[in-house]
């Protein structure tokens, strides 16, 4: 089992940065895909970023409305993915979401372990 915590969110204005940070608890951190959600008002949940890790290393994998802003990265020895979100816009803002999988996809239902949630709010 995982348990997930995020934190790092908060209010920024259109083209600042955020770093998202997510604690994930359990000895077998390293043996899942880590990603990021995010759900803004009225709308589905929709994947932005994801890693996953083997013996060959790290892959990770981008949302197309993201790529070049945003970079997702962990850590196994301190179980923690980050999110470095630069050049912001108003259309990142909603709730981001941390995730764990054994397997990394785009379909937020697949993944079966959540975190709670962290706002982000960005002012034009």
């Known amino acids: 089992q995982v348990q997930l915590v995020e934190s790092g969110g908060g209010l920024v204005q259109a083209g600042g940065s955020l770093r998202l940070v997510c604690a994930a608890s359990g000895r077998t951190f390293s043996s899942y895909a880590m990603g990021w959600f995010r759900q803004a008002p009225g709308k589905e949940r929709e994947f932005v970023a994801a890693i996953s890790w083997s013996w060959s290393g790290r892959s990770t994998d981008y949302a197309d409305s993201v790529k070049g802003r945003f970079t997702i990265s962990r850590d196994n020895a301190k179980n923690t993915v980050v999110l470095q979100m630069n050049s912001l816009k108003p259309e990142d803002t909603a709730v981001y979401y941390c995730?764990?999988?054994?397997?990394?996809?785009?379909?937020?239902?697949?993944?079966?372990?959540w975190g709670q949630g962290t706002q982000v709010t960005v002012s034009s």
């Open positions: 995730a764990a999988d054994r397997h990394l996809t785009h379909f937020s239902s697949t993944w079966n372990h």
